[in-house]
């Protein structure tokens, strides 16, 4: 479907257009994550903000899940391209603060992650004092508790590896930050 | 190609106390993970190769943050001779066996951990960044924890090796307390919680604390004035041959 600039009221004098600014961020935010491909940019937590800043221009807010995370600039560039498509000119800003925090994964998108065999993330720890002692990390394949840690980082910084000791799959876990 | 381009912009009006110790800390960041970086395809382990790389990649983050607020993070990088670079002495000391590498990052990680969640809560326009760096710190220091426990209370011969790391890289932990212009953390009232950390740590291994001196008088304090050991004009001129020889290549 498409949102052509002038047709959503984002050309003329008030662009404050919510509806826009909605219609826009549910393009942005459907966008896939380039690494967690079952995941929308929308599940993720990561689209920050949409703003209309004139005809047919657009500025979007990212915020990066780790600050050396390298899929933010292959987001932006999906994030851009699509809206391209749309007819619309945006500009991609990666914002840090607020940090971002795995408790910002929807719960549609843990579900995603689940059924991608990918153990979704706890309830973020505190904002402060050492990692502490994860009480069980169920696997996402046979729903065991039983489940062990094998390296604190895995194919990408976000996420460890384990060993599930019923059903002897390894398997990811996105870790909370 | 589409860059994402960060919120704070790069020039600031006006010299800022900040861009001082962004500068600091985006060196330690980068050459420490310059050096993690040659762990890779190295490690002893698969698992472990990725983990210190990802930990690098953490850092790399961190340095092209702090890197893109005082200027150009591509030209500080890789057209500073080595007396510009104004990081510590300590992330530029050589991997030596795994050992050392753990020891290292067991020192500079508890360290970073402490500074970064000072920094997290000051005003400084660093603050962000620290906010969101604290948490992936912490695993940096977990990992780091880990492997110390391993090596100290595992075999004759991996204690051995770690107590010989943690001897080595003693000399160099002072100048991780020396205070920083334009950063809004007591630096020196930090080392005592740092010494009661990692002094936990190491007695949990079985190992001893060194009681060397914390910094070596021919150098002290030198990474922040851009004295460097020998060691660091090679890891230069690996991580910079190839942007120097072929000025402007791109891939």
Redesign the interface.
């Given at each position: 479907m498409s949102t052509a600039p002038g047709r959503t009221g984002a050309g003329g004098t008030a662009p404050g257009g919510t509806t826009t600014e909605a219609e826009l961020r549910r393009l942005a935010g459907a966008v896939p994550d380039p690494e967690l491909p079952v995941l929308t940019l929308e599940d993720l937590g990561v689209l920050r903000a949409v703003r209309v800043l004139g005809p047919g221009r657009a500025e979007v807010d990212l915020t990066p899940t780790y600050t050396g995370c390298p899929a933010v600039e292959s987001m932006a560039a999906d994030v851009t391209g699509v809206l391209a498509a749309h007819g619309w000119q945006a500009e991609v800003r990666t914002v840090l603060s607020p940090a971002w925090s795995t408790d910002w994964i929807s719960a549609e998108g843990r579900r995603k992650l689940r059924e991608y065999g990918i153990a979704p993330p706890g309830p973020a720890r505190p904002r402060s004092g050492p990692v502490p002692v994860e009480l069980s990390v169920r696997c996402p394949r046979c729903g065991s508790p039983d489940t062990a840690l094998l390296s604190r980082f895995s194919s990408t910084a976000c996420k460890a590896l384990r060993r599930c000791r019923a059903c002897d799959e390894p398997f990811e876990h996105f870790k909370e930050v | 190609?589409?860059?994402?381009?960060?919120?704070t912009p790069a020039a600031d009006a006006g010299p800022a106390e900040h861009l001082h110790a962004a500068l600091a800390l985006g060196d330690d960041a980068l050459v420490l993970a310059q050096r993690l970086g040659e762990w890779t395809g190295n490690a002893p382990t698969l698992?472990?190769d990725?983990?210190l790389t990802?930990?690098g990649?953490?850092?790399?983050?961190?340095a092209?943050?702090l890197l893109g607020l005082v200027g150009d993070e591509d030209e500080l990088a890789f057209h500073r001779d080595e007396r510009e670079f104004r990081n510590l002495q300590l992330v530029e000391q050589p991997n030596g066996d795994f050992a050392h590498t753990i020891a290292r990052q067991l020192y500079f990680s508890c360290a970073q951990s402490l500074v970064h969640?000072e920094l997290a809560a000051s005003d400084s326009p660093l603050?962000?960044?620290a906010?969101?760096?604290?948490?992936?710190v912490?695993?940096h220091?977990?990992?780091a924890v880990?492997w110390t426990l391993r090596l100290g209370d595992g075999t004759e011969e991996s204690r051995t090796r770690m107590q010989r790391a943690l001897d080595a890289l003693w000399r160099y932990t002072g100048e991780l307390f020396d205070p920083v212009p334009g950063l809004p953390v007591d630096l020196p009232a930090l080392r005592a919680p740092w010494l009661r950390d990692v002094t936990e740590v190491v007695e949990r291994a079985t190992l001893r604390l060194p009681s060397g001196p914390d910094r070596a008088a021919w150098a002290a304090g030198g990474g922040r004035d851009g004295v460097h050991t020998e060691a660091f004009g090679r890891l230069l001129a690996e991580m910079q041959h190839l942007p120097r020889s072929h000025p402007g290549a791109r891939w």
């Amino acid at each position: 479907m498409s949102t052509a600039p002038g047709r959503t009221g984002a050309g003329g004098t008030a662009p404050g257009g919510t509806t826009t600014e909605a219609e826009l961020r549910r393009l942005a935010g459907a966008v896939p994550d380039p690494e967690l491909p079952v995941l929308t940019l929308e599940d993720l937590g990561v689209l920050r903000a949409v703003r209309v800043l004139g005809p047919g221009r657009a500025e979007v807010d990212l915020t990066p899940t780790y600050t050396g995370c390298p899929a933010v600039e292959s987001m932006a560039a999906d994030v851009t391209g699509v809206l391209a498509a749309h007819g619309w000119q945006a500009e991609v800003r990666t914002v840090l603060s607020p940090a971002w925090s795995t408790d910002w994964i929807s719960a549609e998108g843990r579900r995603k992650l689940r059924e991608y065999g990918i153990a979704p993330p706890g309830p973020a720890r505190p904002r402060s004092g050492p990692v502490p002692v994860e009480l069980s990390v169920r696997c996402p394949r046979c729903g065991s508790p039983d489940t062990a840690l094998l390296s604190r980082f895995s194919s990408t910084a976000c996420k460890a590896l384990r060993r599930c000791r019923a059903c002897d799959e390894p398997f990811e876990h996105f870790k909370e930050v | 190609m589409t860059t994402a381009r960060p919120e704070t912009p790069a020039a600031d009006a006006g010299p800022a106390e900040h861009l001082h110790a962004a500068l600091a800390l985006g060196d330690d960041a980068l050459v420490l993970a310059q050096r993690l970086g040659e762990w890779t395809g190295n490690a002893p382990t698969l698992e472990e190769d990725v983990a210190l790389t990802n930990i690098g990649l953490d850092l790399l983050g961190q340095a092209r943050h702090l890197l893109g607020l005082v200027g150009d993070e591509d030209e500080l990088a890789f057209h500073r001779d080595e007396r510009e670079f104004r990081n510590l002495q300590l992330v530029e000391q050589p991997n030596g066996d795994f050992a050392h590498t753990i020891a290292r990052q067991l020192y500079f990680s508890c360290a970073q951990s402490l500074v970064h969640r000072e920094l997290a809560a000051s005003d400084s326009p660093l603050a962000g960044l620290a906010g969101k760096t604290v948490h992936e710190v912490a695993y940096h220091r977990d990992h780091a924890v880990q492997w110390t426990l391993r090596l100290g209370d595992g075999t004759e011969e991996s204690r051995t090796r770690m107590q010989r790391a943690l001897d080595a890289l003693w000399r160099y932990t002072g100048e991780l307390f020396d205070p920083v212009p334009g950063l809004p953390v007591d630096l020196p009232a930090l080392r005592a919680p740092w010494l009661r950390d990692v002094t936990e740590v190491v007695e949990r291994a079985t190992l001893r604390l060194p009681s060397g001196p914390d910094r070596a008088a021919w150098a002290a304090g030198g990474g922040r004035d851009g004295v460097h050991t020998e060691a660091f004009g090679r890891l230069l001129a690996e991580m910079q041959h190839l942007p120097r020889s072929h000025p402007g290549a791109r891939w």
